[in-house]
Nanobody, 128 residues
Framework: QVHLVESGGGSVQAGGSLRLSCAFS????????MAWFRQAPGKEREGVAS????????YYAASAKGRFTISQDNATNTVSLQMNTLKPEDTAMYHC?????????????????????WGPGTQVTVSS
């Protein structure tokens, strides 16, 4: 069982930055995939970024590439998402998720229905 709690959301103007954090606890293996998803009202949940095996590899959705950075701090059991140059279309509820015992290929798929562990989410609102 993995427990996840997000923090760091808020309201910013377009072009601004936010840093989201996800504190996790519980047993995880070296084949752990940690990811960030987001869901805007009326839209499907969308994968944003994932990090595999404590930072061995990172993957970004097209919408996040070049603007967002995912990282993992194993000393504090935290996964972070640094978001720069934010746009109004980034407005959503952001969730941290975990999937253990998988391959890198699975981690890069960012398929929400494969992740069993989820945090409650943190709201990000970007105004124009």
């Amino acid at each position: 069982q993995v427990h996840l709690v997000e923090s760091g959301g808020g309201s910013v103007q377009a072009g601004g930055s936010l840093r989201l954090s996800c504190a996790f606890s519980g047993y995880i293996s070296s084949r752990i995939c940690m990811a960030w998803f987001r869901q805007a009202p009326g839209k499907e949940r969308e994968g944003v970024a994932s990090i595999y095996s404590f930072g061995l590899s990172r993957y970004y959705a097209a919408s996040a590439k070049g603007r967002f950075t995912i990282s993992q701090d194993n000393a504090t059991n935290t996964v972070s998402l640094q978001m720069n140059t934010l746009k109004p279309e980034d407005t959503a509820m952001y969730h941290c998720a975990a999937l253990d015992g998988v391959t890198l290929s699975t981690c890069t798929k960012l398929a929400a229905n494969e992740f069993p562990y989820w945090g409650p989410g943190t709201q990000v609102t970007v105004s124009s």
